[in-house]
């Protein structure tokens, strides 16, 4: 109940309105609720995507200009982590990518990708959509597995965001796939 008034406080919403998206939340799985202990963040939410689109198109779509500010663009050795994921061996070349991507110039995220680095073009010419990149490559994914899970924001991610530390963020872990089941990214 207290978590109940400090959201009708902090929204302004009346008690039946934070009541029925608190429902809403839980029919899609968001949050879950536990007899007599109380209502929770769903730890993890898996999404199997048919339909893969990446922020700059997702960003378009909604009508807002999408761009980044790169941070890192690199080639190096896969790690073993990184060569078992993308079914490399050990020692091949991969791009490591980092950005903060922006909706209309306001930071919405923080995007790191690990892709074998035969499926992108020079890194020097690599822009706002890596989808588009990939596309050109012809090296398209068409499906994937997506982990979404709510975290809080490390210092560097709050000063990169523009959010207070330790404010709510998502984390969102895609595996992309080729129509073959070879992994781009």
Not at 10 to 39: H, N
Not at 68 to 94: F, N, P, R
């Amino acid at each position: 109940m207290f978590f109940i008034r400090i959201l009708c406080e902090t929204t302004k919403a009346s008690r039946v309105t934070v009541r029925k998206a608190i429902d809403q939340l839980i029919m899609e799985g968001l949050l879950f609720r536990k007899q007599c202990s109380g209502t929770f963040i769903s730890e993890r939410i898996e999404h199997k995507g048919e339909d893969l689109s990446g922020f700059t198109d997702e960003m378009r779509t909604l009508g807002v200009y999408p761009s980044s500010i790169w941070l890192i663009k690199m080639i190096a050795q896969a790690t073993s982590e990184e060569a078992s994921a993308l079914k490399l061996s050990t020692g091949s070349q991969v791009c490591r990518l980092s950005r903060v991507r922006l909706s209309n110039d306001m930071p919405m995220g923080i995007e790191n990708t690990i892709i074998p680095a035969q499926f992108l073009p020079d890194l020097d010419t690599l822009t706002d959509s890596l989808y588009h990149a990939l596309q050109t490559n012809h090296c398209s994914p068409n499906h994937g597995d997506q982990k979404v899970t709510a975290s809080i924001a490390s210092l560097t991610e709050a000063g990169l965001l523009s959010i207070k530390e330790g404010g709510p963020v998502l984390r969102i872990e895609r595996y992309t796939f080729l129509p073959d089941n070879t992994p781009p990214s």
